[in-house]
């Protein structure tokens, strides 16, 4: 049976500014979403910059894929998860399980803690999939322990579906997973092929009931020197282009 994803609305975040210079992806946005002026959200979010991340984004009028920009706030999708009442799986392709203890950092959320975070605090989330991470093991709390699942790559995408217990799912995504010939981040690199990616997708699409997706992993570069990182830019771009258009045509 032919699922698929709820709404196909494009909702862009701006945090710093990746997205003016990806003039393609911009032209498909339905919504832009202004958050350059919050203070204390890079890499960990102070309480206060979260409520007003989150009073923001509860304001949108589309639910279907949102560009998140770069990696560090990838936390974000903590708040989408919450907005979720039913039972539901989080998909997430990352090489990094975001899965750390709060760091000591008074429990603020951040860019590594968010799926700890999520996987105790949200009853309706039953299984956290991390497809595509590093060796990266034992960095989740035991209590959310038994919601994660670590899976190396894809593989059979039939494969990937079964280990998934609900119709239910969120997909979240970290061009970071992919290798440095599709995209490039600020953070260490996975190993996947694009077209891995986006046949994972596409088969999650199809085959099960998407709430939603975020994109994350955008390469944060000062406006003054975009010009030096042209190329890079313009992959990064032509990733999420790809990654859209595979979600929006499955």
């Not at 399980?97 to 799926?115: N, R």
């Not at 996947?192 to 997706?213: P, Y």
């Not at 992959?235 to 499955?250: D, G, T, Y």
Request: aromatic share 8%.
């Amino acid at each position: 049976m032919i699922m698929g994803l709820l709404h196909h609305d494009v909702t862009l975040l701006n945090f710093g500014d990746a997205y003016p210079w990806q003039r393609k992806l911009s032209g498909f946005a339905d919504e832009w979403i202004e958050l350059t002026d919050i203070t204390e959200a890079n890499l960990f979010c102070a309480h206060k910059a979260l409520a007003e991340i989150g009073h923001r984004l509860s304001g949108r009028t589309g639910h279907g894929i949102t560009f998140i920009g770069n990696g560090n706030y990838h936390y974000v999708t903590y708040l989408l998860l919450s907005e979720i009442n039913r039972p539901f799986s989080l998909v997430l392709f990352d090489n990094h399980t975001d899965a750390k203890l709060s760091d000591g950092m008074s429990g603020l959320l951040s860019c590594g803690s968010w799926v700890a975070e999520a996987a105790a605090r949200f009853p309706h989330l039953r299984q956290v999939l991390i497809v595509g991470v590093c060796a990266e093991q034992n960095l989740y709390p035991s209590e959310s322990h038994s919601k994660i699942v670590l899976w190396p790559n894809t593989g059979e995408p039939q494969k990937l579906l079964s280990v998934i217990p609900t119709e239910d799912v969120y997909i979240s995504i970290d061009k970071d997973v992919l290798d440095r010939e599709f995209a490039v981040t600020n953070w260490d690199h996975g190993n996947m092929h694009l077209r891995e990616l986006l046949v994972a997708l596409q088969t999650l699409v199809r085959q099960k009931n998407v709430l939603g997706i975020d994109v994350c992993g955008e390469l944060p570069v000062p406006p003054a020197d975009t010009w030096r990182y042209a190329d890079q830019l313009r992959l990064n771009e032509q990733a999420n282009l790809a990654i859209l258009q595979s979600v929006l045509c499955a």
